[in-house]
């Protein structure tokens, strides 16, 4: 139980995070200032691509929460193979975003790892040891 309680956060943290990512893309767009019509929707697809992908791994794990539970290989692999792509996500974030000023930006390495090590964890207490 306590397992996919963890699961259940996690897949809520990131998927909000990742929709937190897509809501305001024009405003982030402009932000940047004048830029080249090829820039903006380059930085456009790449923000949104982030985004996207956070909630992928959220609703994936939820879905495999749900759907088939924490007891099976497979489910134990989907949520490691997960928390990987955040903590990747994370570091990548670390040495890019979290560099600049802007506060979300800083906190989205925490967020991220915070959810992965959720993933990670419950994949051992909910598991066989996989």
């Not at 791994?57 to 290989?73: D, E, K």
Request: include cysteine.
């Amino acid at each position: 139980m306590t397992s996919e309680i963890m699961l259940y956060v996690g897949s809520g943290v990131i998927i909000l995070w990742g929709l937190a990512h897509i809501v305001p893309t024009k405003a982030v767009v402009r932000g940047f200032g004048q830029l080249s019509s090829d820039n903006k929707l380059i930085i456009t697809m790449e923000w949104i691509a982030e985004g996207l992908t956070l909630c992928f791994v959220g609703a994936l794990v939820l879905v495999v929460t749900v759907a088939v539970g924490t007891q099976g290989v497979a489910s134990l692999y989907v949520f490691r193979a997960c928390a990987i792509m955040l903590i990747a996500l994370a570091v990548l974030s670390l040495f890019t975003g979290a560099q600049t000023s802007v506060m979300p930006m800083k906190i989205c390495p925490f967020v991220k790892g915070s959810v992965a090590l959720l993933f990670f964890v419950a994949s051992i207490i909910g598991g066989s040891g996989v």
